[in-house]
Nanobody, 122 residues
Framework: QVQLLESGGGLVQAGGSLRLSCAASGRTFGSYAMGWFRQAAGKEREFVASISESGASTDYTDSVKGRFTISRDNAKKMVYLQMSSLKPEDTAIYYC???????????????WGQGTQVTVSS
């Protein structure tokens, strides 16, 4: 089992940057693909980015390509989301998720964190 705890959210002006962190517990962290999702007020949760178990492969939703970077440190059991050139439409609660394979992250993640709020002011 994997437990996930996000941090790093906050209030930032448009054009600014934030780095989200996700701390994982559990001995098998390195065997899980990881992802970031977000949910804006009144909207459904959406996929943002994913990274393979080794970190060699990444995937992004089109709206964040070139602005967000997902990374992981398996030794520290951490996943990161570096967000740059933030826009007001990036405002949402951001969630970290773990799945048994990268192709499962978007639709069938097994474990979820409780989320961290990101607010981008215009």
């Amino acid at each position: 089992q994997v437990q996930l705890l996000e941090s790093g959210g906050g209030l930032v002006q448009a054009g600014g940057s934030l780095r989200l962190s996700c701390a994982a517990s559990g001995r098998t962290f390195g065997s899980y693909a990881m992802g970031w999702f977000r949910q804006a007020a009144g909207k459904e949760r959406e996929f943002v980015a994913s990274i393979s178990e080794s970190g060699a492969s990444t995937d992004y939703t089109d709206s964040v390509k070139g602005r967000f970077t997902i990374s992981r440190d398996n030794a520290k059991k951490m996943v990161y989301l570096q967000m740059s050139s933030l826009k007001p439409e990036d405002t949402a609660i951001y969630y970290c998720a773990a799945a048994r394979a990268m192709w499962l992250v978007r639709t069938n993640s097994d474990y979820w964190g409780q989320g961290t709020q990101v607010t981008v002011s215009s």
